[in-house]
């Protein structure tokens, strides 16, 4: 069986995220979207809420679990028996940062196994934080994350 770990913050979880899951859902028997604590990114929902999130907008994908870590990425895959993770690329910004990670992580588990998917271009612009600034101005997030998650961005920032 190939199991997928996906990390990430997910605060909130965007277009972008949901075609990287959808398009490994497609290649990996088992996907599991780990949602990282990460106290330093200062996120806006907690833990708890943005696994709820990231549950409902993923119900109709029968072979994704969603579960949460607060520890180095490399001990949780090795706890839960993983070797491939897979990170989204968005723009060559993001390439260096995922690039000192990744040699990193293999540093200090080298049977991990870490693979870069892009988005759709339609999404390749979209992150968290630029949602989450819109958002507070009242913008219409309906390109950029489901109902559901603007509902719950609009109740947490008023």
Do not use: C, W
């Not at 709820?52 to 072979?63: A, D, F, H, S, Y």
């Not at 723009?91 to 998917?117: C, G, V």
């Not at 979209?126 to 509902?151: M, R, T």
Request: proline content about 4%; hydrophobic content about 45%.
């Amino acid at each position: 069986m190939r199991i997928l770990h996906t990390p990430g913050t997910f605060d909130p979880i965007t277009y972008g995220h949901i075609d990287i899951i959808k398009r490994a859902s497609r290649v990996f028997d088992e996907v599991i979207i780990a949602v990282g604590e990460n106290l330093l990114k200062e996120p806006l929902f907690t833990v708890e809420e943005r696994v709820e999130m990231i549950k409902r907008v993923t119900q109709g994908l029968k072979n994704i679990k969603v579960d949460s870590f607060n520890e180095l990425m490399v001990n949780y895959v090795q706890r839960k028996k993983i070797n491939i993770v897979i990170r989204g690329l968005r723009m060559i910004s993001d390439f260096e940062y995922e690039f000192q990670m990744a040699l990193t992580n293999r540093k200090l588990n080298p049977n991990i196994e870490i693979i870069f998917l892009m988005p759709n271009e339609a999404y390749s612009f979209l992150s968290s934080k630029l949602i989450k600034e819109i958002a507070l101005l009242g913008a219409d997030l309906s390109e950029f994350v489901p109902s559901y998650v603007a509902e719950k961005l609009k109740r947490k920032l008023k």
